[in-house]
């Protein structure tokens, strides 16, 4: 591994310095803003798509920050090696402690008190709205992004770490489970999504899917805007939305269905 050491990062971020102390003179803003923390290979790949549309416009306007810690200064040795051969034998290669525990470290030290340390994992448990809607509420997210095979469990055991994964599915790193989860996690702050209704009656936020929805034209190849949608009366079409949902709901995901069943008869 002969990478260049990265010193660039995205336009909210901050590459940290072995000297993590420093953040918190240099970049006072930090204090008391929503932050993601993300310790990663690649701090290039960060805003990504974060950087654009809602989540861009609050990051511009610092209503959340983004902070990545390149792993790659942490590395050992000339070639700052941050990963060897998994012990046992095997393919692959696996992120070294020794490596990964001082940019936890460094992470650790400009963290409040309380925020998540997250893996970002297959192993993990599924991330799901309610994780997001949690990571929301607090003061933000660490998140350590894994590549080749993974981190040294013993990292993981040390700080014990809670491994979340984005699916059953591997991805090649963390890096887009992080975009991903941070996105989800960041629009349900306040302030960040124009209209904070918009969160309220979504999939996955009040148990049911997402009725359908509609836009001009009004005619589209032969098919038309459902009539009550364009009738004018509010309750109706409220009503309407809710059959939708719960239609929807039934038919795709019996999981939640039953979930939600349960709740109303509670
Ligand atoms: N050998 C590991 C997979 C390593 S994939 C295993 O079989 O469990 C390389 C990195 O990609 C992981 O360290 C993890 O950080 C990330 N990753 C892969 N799939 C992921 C998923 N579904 N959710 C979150 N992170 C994932």
Not at 49 to 56: F, N, P, Q, Y
Not at 210 to 235: D, F, M, N, V
């Amino acid at each position: 591994m002969n990478e260049p050491v990265n010193k660039s990062a995205g336009r909210k971020s901050i590459s940290v310095s072995l000297k993590p102390r420093e953040l918190m003179t240099e970049h006072p803003r930090l204090n008391g803003v929503w932050t993601a923390q993300i310790i990663t290979l690649f701090p290039k790949a960060f805003p990504g798509v974060l950087g654009e549309s809602l989540t861009g416009r609050a990051l511009a306007e610092g209503k959340w920050c983004l902070e990545t810690i390149d792993l790659r200064p942490y590395g050992i040795g000339k070639h700052k090696n941050v990963d060897d051969t998994p012990a046992g034998g095997g393919a692959g290669m696996v992120l070294r402690a020794d490596v990964v525990g001082p940019a936890i470290d460094a992470a650790l030290a400009s963290a409040p008190v309380g925020r998540p340390l997250v893996y970002l994992s297959p192993r993990g448990r599924r991330f799901d709205q309610k994780m997001a809607q949690s990571w929301a509420d607090g003061n933000g997210v660490i998140l350590l992004c894994g590549r080749f095979e993974g981190v040294d469990q013993r990292v993981l055991d040390h700080y014990n770490i809670q491994e979340v994964s984005l699916g059953d599915f591997v991805l090649t790193g963390g890096e887009i489970a992080a975009q991903a989860m941070i996105d989800a996690a960041v629009r349900l702050r306040p302030d960040v999504l124009g209209n904070a209704a918009s969160t309220v009656d979504e999939s996955h936020s009040n148990g049911l899917l997402e009725h359908p929805q509609y836009t001009r034209p009004a005619e589209w190849k032969g098919r038309e805007i459902p009539e009550i949608l364009s009738s004018g009366h509010h309750a109706n079409v409220e009503k309407w939305r809710l059959e939708q949902s719960r239609k929807l709901t039934q038919d795709r995901r019996p999981d939640l269905w039953d979930a939600y069943q349960n709740k109303q008869d509670d």
